[in-house]
C-alpha cells in the first residue's frame, strides 16, 4: 500500500508539473519582431529676417538719429510744427525738446537747428 502511496503521490507531481509546463508555453511572449530605427532629424526653428538681426547681433542696435529742423527767416515754431506734424498745436512739443536752446518761444533766431521729436495725438 505505501508503494501504491509513493507511486500516487508521484504520479500526481509530475501531473501537475507537466500542466504547469504547458501552461507556460502557452502564455510565453511572441518573439520580438524586429523593428527598423527611427531616425530623427533636428529642425533648427525658423526666425524672420528681421528678428534674425535682433537676436544674432552681438552689439545692441543703434536708435536713429533724432530728426532735426534748421530756422529759415521768418518762422515761429508754430510754422514748424504745422510742417513738420501737419498740425500747429505739436510747437509746445518742440520748444520742451529744445528747452535748452530756447528761453523764449516767441523768439526763435534763423539758423538755429532743434530737435524735432515724434507727434502722436491723442
Known amino acids: ?15 501537475f508539473l507537466s500542466g504547469l ?13 524586429k523593428q527598423e530605427p527611427v531616425v530623427v532629424k533636428k529642425v533648427k526653428p525658423s526666425i524672420d ?3 534674425k538681426k535682433e ?4 552689439l545692441p542696435l543703434k536708435e536713429p538719429e533724432p530728426k532735426t529742423y534748421v530756422v529759415k527767416s521768418g518762422e515761429w ?3 514748424i510744427a504745422r510742417k513738420e506734424y501737419g498740425t500747429p498745436i505739436g510747437w509746445f ?3 520742451e525738446a529744445n528747452r ?6 516767441e523768439l526763435i533766431y534763423p539758423g538755429q537747428s532743434f530737435i524735432i521729436p515724434d507727434f502722436k495725438r491723442k
Do not use: F
Open 1 to 15: 500500500m505505501k508503494m501504491n502511496l509513493n507511486k500516487g503521490l508521484n504520479l500526481m507531481i509530475i501531473i
Open 21 to 33: 509546463i504547458l501552461s507556460c508555453k502557452e502564455q510565453a511572449p511572441e518573439p520580438v519582431k
Open 49 to 51: 529676417s528681421s528678428r
Open 55 to 58: 537676436i544674432t547681433s552681438p
Open 77 to 79: 515754431l508754430w510754422d
Open 93 to 95: 512739443r518742440i520748444y
Open 100 to 105: 535748452h536752446k530756447i528761453r523764449n518761444p
